[in-house]
């Protein structure tokens, strides 16, 4: 009966004024409200170290990635929600001490889809809201740690003894044509030949084990400078094993003694690590050339587990007053579910030509 009473309503909402539709907590979604686009650019004191002519590149090629993603028909004219667009140089450095590290400079562009509702009679948007964080679609060019968002492989997080991350694998659930939309919302576009992972090796995962493991000594082994005896049993893990086998790929399980136990390759379930590949950028492009550019949808597996159950909206067909209904029972707002269209609709051809050509022969 409720399923009904929602269908009812969103075919007299269509054909009345604006569709209305009551959401969760009393709200009334507003999926036909017309939308609005705007552009911020937020500098802060972590912008990178560049001149003039290189910040000057660097936002040009800013504004020619939010125009790509602003031509989506979807969001050229948006309806149910604004969309806006935070420009920002400024992350990541000096917090991350690989990508002040790194030559190419980096850049990100979050897109909120901040949908209408009506609460007491009054209209505002979920960022006027301000009780939740509106779904998003993030874009960044020249940052590694936005490939693997999601698969950090441990907390801590293990790094190489360079400080680079040490990852799961990324896992295809959905291609657009020859692009491919990993399980964590991702899509990675790279201008070189180069493979964007390598294998961690056993010996740098398990050095980094260790070194986690001696700042969190029990105090009377700290007192007797000594190794407790988890950390020793890395120790001996790491000394038995030959040469060859400490240049060959981590493995991991969830299942393992500890949670972070090396395992044979050959074990079901065995996790393969990795980390991206230090030598993916090409130090002969100016370092304000675009050599990798990362999308990322928000949630996209949560949203997707909502529909599992509706084929036609997982396929991305247009929203029917009835399929409408459904998003609002199924506790997903507009903007959610157009963050999810945003995945097939967006122009990957056009931000892929962005990226800096021609390619060197691989190395």
């Avoid at 979920?126 to 993030?138: L, Y």
């Amino acid at each position: 009966m409720k399923h009904d009473a929602l269908i009812v309503l969103a075919w007299i909402a269509t054909l009345c004024c604006p569709a209305l539709l009551h959401g969760q907590d009393g709200r009334v979604l507003l999926p036909d409200q017309p939308g609005v686009w705007r552009s911020t650019y937020k500098s802060s004191p972590g912008t990178p170290k560049a001149n003039a002519a290189e910040l000057a590149t660097l936002r040009t090629a800013l504004a020619a990635i939010e125009q790509v993603v602003h031509a989506t028909p979807m969001l050229t004219a948006p309806r149910g929600f604004d969309v806006h667009a935070w420009q920002r140089l400024d992350r990541g450095c000096p917090s991350n001490p690989v990508l002040c590290r790194q030559a190419p400079l980096a850049g990100w562009i979050r897109f909120d889809f901040e949908g209408y509702e009506s609460r007491n009679g009054k209209v505002m948007t979920m960022s006027s809201a301000v009780d939740q964080d509106p779904p998003n679609v993030d874009v960044a060019f020249n940052d590694p740690e936005a490939t693997y968002v999601l698969h950090e492989a441990g907390n801590p997080e293990p790094t190489d003894p360079s400080g680079n991350k040490i990852v799961g694998p990324l896992i295809e659930i959905e291609r657009v044509g020859d692009v491919v939309i990993y399980d964590n919302g991702v899509v990675i576009l790279g201008r070189n030949p180069r493979p964007f992972f390598v294998p961690a090796t056993r010996e740098d995962y398990l050095r980094d084990i260790v070194k986690q493991l001696a700042k969190t000594r029990n105090p009377d082994a700290s007192r007797a400078g000594r190794p407790d005896a988890i950390e020793q049993l890395f120790i001996d893990e790491l000394a038995a094993l030959s040469p060859e086998q400490r240049q060959s790929q981590a493995y991991t399980h969830a299942d393992s003694p500890t949670s972070s136990r090396l395992v044979p390759a050959s074990r079901e379930g065995a996790t393969p690590l990795n980390k991206f590949n230090p030598a993916y950028f090409d130090p002969a492009l100016p370092r304000t050339a675009i050599q990798l550019i990362t999308v990322r949808f928000t949630n996209l597996e949560d949203v997707r587990a909502h529909l599992r159950e509706r084929p036609d909206l997982l396929e991305r067909k247009p929203i029917t007053p009835e399929r409408l209904a459904f998003l609002v029972e199924s506790g997903l707002s507009v903007a959610w579910y157009r963050t999810f269209e945003a995945a097939r609709q967006l122009d990957y051809s056009a931000l892929a030509a962005l990226l800096a050509a021609p390619a060197p022969l691989a190395r």
